[in-house]
């Protein structure tokens, strides 16, 4: 019994050292997630999207969004077989987890592996087999 009770104060012992100031620990854990995620919008979001979305009434609309390192885009549609103008807008972007948002466009986007997926009115993702149609392609 005296074993069983100094293993237990011991395991006890090593668990208190082990233990450090939770606030301090979660602060660096989010500075450190934060820089991690600078890092990985510079790397991972950064660039140019293509694709031909869909379209009603033409061939599709040859879609390009480029997004910047300062929060700035360009977007440009086409639409292909109907018009010669090409319709740009510019502005911020803004990412919220994987969501990002083009201030003055009326959809989002999801950011994927090298790709943008964009949602529907609502937010949400477009389902089905016409899903695979909303994707733009990290050049």
Same mark, same amino acid.
């Given at each position: 019994?005296?074993?069983?009770?100094?293993?237990?104060?011991? /395991?006890? +012992?090593?668990?208190?050292?082990?233990?450090?100031?939770?606030?301090?620990?979660?602060?660096?854990?989010?500075?450190? /997630?934060?820089?991690?995620? $600078?890092?990985?919008?510079?790397?991972?979001?950064? $660039?140019?999207?293509? $694709?031909?979305?869909?379209?009603?009434?033409?061939?599709?609309?040859?879609?390009?969004?480029?997004?910047?390192?300062?929060? +700035?885009?360009?977007?440009?549609?086409?639409?292909?077989?109907?018009?010669?103008?090409? @319709?740009?807008?510019?502005?911020?972007?803004? /990412?919220?987890?994987?969501?990002?948002?083009?201030?003055?466009?009326?959809?989002? @986007?999801?950011?994927?592996?090298?790709?943008?997926?964009?949602?529907?009115?609502?937010?949400?993702?477009?389902? $089905?087999?016409?899903?695979?149609?909303?994707?733009? +392609?990290?050049?």
């Amino acid at each position: 019994m005296k074993r069983f009770i100094w293993i237990v104060g011991l /395991l006890l +012992t090593i668990g208190m050292v082990g233990c450090d100031n939770p606030k301090q620990s979660v602060a660096v854990y989010k500075d450190n /997630l934060q820089d991690l995620k $600078g890092r990985d919008k510079a790397e991972v979001v950064i $660039g140019e999207y293509k $694709g031909v979305m869909p379209c009603a009434d033409c061939d599709g609309i040859e879609t390009l969004i480029s997004l910047h390192a300062d929060n +700035t885009y360009q977007y440009s549609s086409k639409y292909l077989n109907k018009s010669d103008d090409v @319709f740009m807008r510019e502005g911020k972007w803004k /990412l919220d987890g994987n969501i990002i948002t083009l201030d003055g466009v009326d959809y989002k @986007f999801k950011l994927g592996n090298r790709i943008l997926s964009q949602l529907d009115l609502s937010g949400n993702d477009i389902t $089905g087999d016409i899903s695979r149609y909303y994707v733009l +392609t990290k050049n």
